[in-house]
T-cell receptor
Framework: GDSVTQMEGPVTLSEEAFLTINCTYT??????LFWYVQYPGEGLQLLLK?????DKGSNKGFEATYRKETTSFHLEKGSVQVSDSAVYFC????????????FGSGTKLNVKP | NAGVTQTPKFQVLKTGQSMTLQCAQD?????MYWYRQDPGMGLRLIYY???????DKGEVPNGYNVSRLNKREFSLRLESAAPSQTSVYFC????????????FGEGSRLTVL
């Protein structure tokens, strides 16, 4: 079945450091891929998405490229801020049933001033 | 805008008790979902409702029932709570499932003793 694997956390960085959070997926067909972010005490919210191979999703300085050859969708940001501290979830939607979303286990990011 | 509203936010139950988690959205969304979030496991889909009047099982439906009362409301019922159902529960909705943009409530933390 479909699944998402993302790097274990927590990840601790200093402000202005470069961020990479790895995400790989297993899926039949051609899923859409997403990154969601969860701030403390809140529900998840969509950060960015890509719907086909080689698409790049971007938002708020974050980027991720849909790589079909490596089944990956790594999240990157060139310069993190303290306000980026949150839990980040990689997810995919089943191409046969878009109502079925599969989430990774989440990666907690702590950014220190 | 209220978005997705869940009640209650916190609940403690004894094994064998029953309860219902309520969810309502005011965005006129067609699809609604119930997820549970457990440490190290990300979010797992319990049940979803692709449209008013329909419900379907997700990954982990055992021990739960749902009702799509109308387009706005989607409730999750635990008939006989078990300690394994201790979790944080999230309701989510989307207008069109294949956009991937789920809107989440703030979560309901349930503890079963």
């Amino acid at each position: 079945g479909d699944s998402v694997t993302q790097m274990e956390g927590p990840v601790t960085l200093s402000e202005e450091a470069f961020l990479t959070i790895n995400c790989t997926y297993t899926a039949t067909g051609y899923p859409s891929l997403f990154w969601y972010v969860q701030y403390p005490g809140e529900g998840l919210q969509l950060l960015l998405k890509a719907t086909k191979a080689d698409d790049k999703g971007s938002n708020k300085g974050f980027e991720a490229t849909y790589r079909k050859e490596t089944t990956s969708f790594h999240l990157e940001k060139g310069s993190v801020q303290v306000s980026d501290s949150a839990v980040y979830f990689c997810a995919l939607s089943d191409s046969d049933n878009f109502n079925k979303f599969y989430f990774g286990s989440g990666t907690k990011l702590n950014v220190k001033p | 805008n209220a978005g997705v509203t869940q009640t209650p936010k916190f609940q403690v139950l004894k094994t064998g008790q029953s309860m219902t988690l309520q969810c309502a959205q005011d965005m006129n969304h067609n699809s609604m979902y119930w997820y549970r979030q457990d440490p190290g496991m990300g979010l797992r889909l319990i049940y979803y409702s692709a449209s008013e009047g329909t419900t379907d099982k997700g990954e982990v439906p055992n021990g739960y029932n749902v009702s799509r009362l109308n387009k706005r409301e989607f409730s999750l019922r635990l008939e006989s709570a078990a300690p394994s159902q201790t979790s944080v529960y999230f309701c989510a909705s989307t207008r069109i499932a294949n956009t991937g943009e789920l809107f989440f409530g703030e979560g309901s933390r349930l503890t079963v003793l």
